[in-house]
């Protein structure tokens, strides 16, 4: 079965810092990946999603995340925070083929510092 | 697009009480439904999902079961309500592996 590793749980920023978040996956086949976030007070919603092509894939709001599959890693970046990006971001995975389960990872939330 | 409506928002309920959540969908057909539960420090952990209706496969052995009456609605059920039920539980609409969340119930159990 799959899982899904967050190593940071709790990260804090101040604005235009840059942000990365890590995001590592174990399953041995070919794999979906997303990033959820979660504003406060909002449904999760996604952010960005990989299924194949260019690693380097661009979400909303000038996130952007690499998929390096030598590393089984997805990690989250962006260049330069915001105070509205304060939220909990989830990193998932879906394997191709089977049933439609997505695996997701415990969470980071991120809190901006004006 | 689809709307995915849950309620309660919140409920709190005593230790050994019984339990319903609802989830419906509207806006589209045959979904492909998940029940998860939020705990803090856990992130999403899926409990049921169900490809159409009837049909449940439980991810995680417990006290809870769900079920799937109509092709757009989702239940979650337990017949006694331990205090490690308490969490925050989402819907979702899965397809090609994009998940889309419904605003989600509070449940504390007493």
């Known amino acids: 079965a799959q899982s899904v590793s967050q190593h940071n749980h709790h990260v804090i920023l101040s604005e235009a810092a840059s942000l990365e978040l890590g995001c590592n996956y174990s399953?041995?086949?070919?794999?979906?990946l997303f990033w959820y976030v979660q504003y406060p007070g909002q449904h999760l919603q996604l952010l960005l999603k990989?299924?194949?092509?260019?690693?380097l894939v661009k979400g909303i709001k000038g996130f952007e995340a690499e998929f390096i599959k030598s590393k089984f890693s997805f990690n989250l970046r962006k260049p330069s925070v915001q105070w509205s990006d304060t939220a909990e971001y989830f990193c998932?995975?879906?394997?191709?083929?089977?049933?439609?389960?997505?695996?997701f990872g415990t969470g980071t939330k991120l809190q901006v510092i004006p | 697009s689809q709307t995915i409506h849950q309620w309660p928002a919140t409920l709190v309920q005593p230790v050994g009480s019984p339990l319903s959540l609802e989830c419906t969908v509207e806006?589209?057909?045959?979904?492909?439904l998940y029940w998860y539960r939020q705990a803090a420090g856990r992130g999403l952990q899926l409990l049921f999902y169900?490809?159409?209706?009837?049909?449940i496969s439980s991810e995680v052995p417990q006290n809870l079961s769900a079920s799937r009456p109509q092709d757009r609605q989702f239940i979650l059920s337990s017949k006694k309500l331990l205090l490690s039920d308490s969490g925050f539980y989402l819907c979702?609409?899965?397809?090609?592996?994009?998940?889309?969340f419904g605003p989600g119930t509070r449940l504390l159990v007493l």
């Open positions: 399953y041995g086949g070919t794999v979906n």
């Open positions: 998932a995975v879906n394997p191709l083929g089977g049933y439609q389960k997505v695996t």
């Open positions: 979702a609409v899965g397809g090609a592996g994009t998940q889309y």
């Open positions: 169900s490809v159409g209706i009837g049909q």
């Open positions: 806006g589209t057909s045959n979904p492909n």
């Open positions: 990989y299924f194949s092509g260019d690693p």
